[in-house]
């Protein structure tokens, strides 16, 4: 399975983004997926993951109440969307799959590339 993610970009503090992976291949939907950034001279960081069926999600405190995931198996696709964006959400952010539901990134399987958001104050 190959993923792609997009949707990044510059935006101000308060805004809204809404990011996407497009996933490759017949088997999306036997896929846990997570979401991750990373931001310079820090390590890798979870920020969402998202049940195979969609029906349960869980997110880091730093995002709870702001980000949502959601994904459509019709399409290939997890979304990330992200509101009341903070100058600390800026990041890479990247999209993962894998067989657990799991908030560890060693845990997923495969990788799409990132995409940067940045949050200006």
């Known amino acids: 399975v190959q993923l792609q993610a997009f949707g990044g970009g510059l935006v101000q503090a308060g805004g809204s983004l809404r990011l996407s992976c497009a996933a490759s291949?017949?088997?999306?939907?036997?896929?846990?997926m997570g979401w991750f950034h990373q931001a310079p001279g820090k390590e890798r960081e979870f920020v969402a993951v998202?049940?195979?069926?969609?029906?349960?999600?869980t997110y880091a405190d730093s995002v709870k109440g702001r980000f949502t995931t959601s994904r459509d198996n019709a399409k290939n696709t997890v979304y990330l969307q992200m509101n009341s964006l903070k100058p600390e959400d800026t990041a890479v952010y990247s999209c993962?799959?894998?067989?657990?539901?799991?908030?560890?990134?060693?845990?997923?399987?495969?990788w799409g590339q990132g995409t940067q958001v940045t949050v200006s104050s």
């Open positions: 291949g017949r088997t999306f939907s036997t896929y846990v």
């Open positions: 993962a799959g894998g067989l657990m539901y799991a908030t560890e990134s060693g845990r997923y399987d495969f």
């Open positions: 998202i049940s195979r069926s969609g029906g349960s999600t």
